[in-house]
């Protein structure tokens, strides 16, 4: 059994920062992808960030382009976001996922987390 387990989320000023990471437990593997989605109220879920666990190349949302990063360390399984110059518009669960597939979308997803939530006030 899998886990991944989110921490770091919380309440943020409107031009601050947090860093969300995901640690994954249990009987893992080599991911393909691992990375974060987000779900803002009342809307449908859109992914965030990924990194391509063999070789650390990335994709990023357009609109947290310049101000997330994100980061992995392989040795602890573990996926972090670091998240810079918040807007209240980042406001969202945001849900760590894990896939050994090729493709990345939510539909191929293996793994989720429980889902953390980020607010950001103006």
């Known amino acids: 059994q899998v886990q991944l387990v989110e921490s770091g989320g919380g309440l943020a000023q409107a031009g601050g920062s947090l860093r969300l990471s995901c640690a994954a437990s249990g009987r893992t593997f080599r991911w393909n992808f691992m990375g974060w989605f987000r779900q803002p109220p009342g809307k449908e879920r859109e992914c965030v960030a990924r990194v391509t666990w063999s070789d650390g190349s990335t994709y990023y949302l357009d609109s947290v382009k310049g101000r997330f990063t994100i980061s992995r360390d392989n040795a602890k399984n573990t996926v972090y976001l670091q998240m810079n110059s918040l807007k209240p518009e980042d406001t969202a669960t945001y849900y760590c996922?894990?896939?050994?597939?090729?493709?990345?979308?939510?539909?191929?997803?293996?793994?989720w987390g429980k889902g953390i939530l980020v607010t950001v006030s103006s």
């Open positions: 996922a894990a896939t050994y597939g090729s493709n990345w979308s939510e539909y191929d997803i293996n793994y």
